[in-house]
């Protein structure tokens, strides 16, 4: 029995910030919905009872033209509705988090991520272990990792693509398409491919913009071009569409935006609609959820990739603790986000090397962020859109 006055071992959750952030991009990123030029991230802080902290992100691609969530949404989720309801318990109980929210908050998957990364994170510098340690042990030390050729222009990526190769940084590259006329977005394809030749592999993104019938030419087109995979190329309703062109062509099909958390990854592989899966934390809602949607992958004998919601390093470091503990990634990740940003906001960024990302060491995800960085590109700091871009 403990003695009067006596200090709980349980850690208490005694306050969550969040706080939004602006990085400009290096370059126009081209979407079939959007071009950014600004990424815009929401970090989640969860101070403890023992003075210990964690750090989490919640970020989309485009705004709103994405997905049904937008940075200013994520915040107030946050602050409103899950906050308070988590302020109080015991910290260490992660899954108890995850499951109370869930009960909590319909949806709004990006928001719980963030959370749940910082939970996972706090959790890990306490026990003075990894993140991926608590997933049961990383067996990666470094993966390899793509990166988005999304200029829009042939020669720029071609030139791009070509520097990457030349810099040991990149030999996977994925082309945002589904802006223009199908064999436009063909023809562009395969001068690339024909430029880089063997010495990297292409992959296309579609981002749902192509129907059914444009998906059929596309495919074809893009299967004679020598790419080897696309991605989402109908909208993520279109779950028969999927299968059709998954039994149809050799050139492999991944699904992302159909993939919203375990529940859709078992209706995505039931329905034989994807040949791969990309699996991003945010998108599943966590890291759990996420290690579900793998889960589901491997039962059902699919292709893995590690994506991205194009995540500072704080997001990509979390999601490394986790692709670390997945044995088999035959499709590689896209863990760039650090890379497309102006600057970097962690003290210590994360290392791109050799045609790989490699595992950030230390506790919880690995990440400290850089204070001075932060109280620069945080939007409450008074600064705009325009003057962040040097517009």
């Known amino acids: 029995m403990k003695p009067a006055g006596?200090?709980?071992?349980?850690?208490?959750?005694?306050?969550?910030?969040?706080?939004i952030l602006d990085i400009p991009t290096i370059r126009g990123h081209v979407l079939s919905m959007a071009t950014m030029r600004t990424q815009?991230?929401?970090?989640?802080?969860?101070?403890?009872?023992?003075?210990?902290?964690g750090v989490g992100e919640g970020t989309t691609i485009g705004g709103l033209s994405y997905g049904a969530e937008s940075?200013?949404?994520?915040?107030?989720?946050?602050?409103?509705?899950?906050?308070?309801?988590?302020?109080?318990?015991?910290g260490d109980d992660v899954n108890g988090a995850v499951q109370l929210v869930d009960k909590l908050v319909k949806g709004n998957r990006i928001a719980k991520a963030a959370v749940e990364i910082a939970l996972w994170d706090g959790l890990g510098k306490r026990l003075g272990?990894?993140?991926?340690?608590?997933?049961?042990?990383?067996?990666?030390e470094r993966l390899p990792v793509a990166w988005t050729l999304a200029s829009g222009n042939s020669e720029t990526d071609i030139a791009e693509a070509l520097q990457m190769i030349e810099a040991c940084r990149h030999n996977i590259f994925k082309l945002k398409i589904g802006k223009r006329d199908v064999k436009d977005d063909v023809a562009h394809v395969a001068r690339i491919k024909q430029a880089v030749g063997d010495a990297a592999s292409?992959?296309?993104?579609?981002n749902t913009a192509w129907s059914l019938q444009d998906a059929r030419w596309g495919l074809k087109g893009l299967q004679d071009a020598g790419c080897e995979l696309v991605e989402q190329p109908v909208p993520a309703r279109y779950r028969r569409a999927m299968a059709e062109l998954a039994a149809g062509y050799e050139i492999a099909v991944m699904a992302d935006e159909a993939l919203n958390g375990p529940e859709d990854a078992l209706e995505v592989a039931s329905s034989k609609a994807a040949d791969v899966f990309a699996v991003k934390v945010?998108?599943?809602?966590?890291?759990?959820?996420?290690?579900?949607?793998?889960?589901?992958?491997q039962a059902a004998g699919l292709g893995l990739y590690g994506g991205t919601m194009l995540e500072t390093g704080l997001g990509t470091a979390a999601a490394l603790q986790l692709f670390a503990t997945v044995e088999r990634l035959d499709w590689g990740t896209e863990f760039f986000g650090p890379l497309l940003l102006t600057d970097e906001i962690l003290a210590n960024p994360i290392t791109y090397r050799d045609f790989c990302v490699e595992i950030p060491k230390g506790a919880g995800i690995g990440a400290t962020l850089d204070a001075d960085k932060i109280a620069f590109f945080r939007r409450d700091g008074g600064r705009t859109l325009k003057a962040l871009a040097g517009e």
């Not at 272990?129 to 990666?140: K, P």
């Not at 290690?291 to 992958?297: F, T, Y």
């Open 6 to 19: 006596a200090v709980s071992e349980v850690t208490k959750i005694d306050q969550i910030e969040t706080l």
């Open 40 to 53: 815009t991230a929401v970090l989640v802080r969860i101070k403890f009872a023992d003075g210990s902290e």
């Open 71 to 90: 940075p200013e949404s994520i915040k107030s989720a946050i602050d409103t509705y899950m906050a308070p309801a988590l302020v109080g318990r015991n």
């Open 282 to 297: 945010a998108q599943s809602g966590g890291l759990k959820r996420a290690s579900e949607v793998v889960a589901i992958a």
């Open 202 to 206: 292409v992959r296309v993104d579609v």
């Open 129 to 140: 272990v990894s993140v991926a340690q608590l997933f049961g042990g990383a067996v990666h």
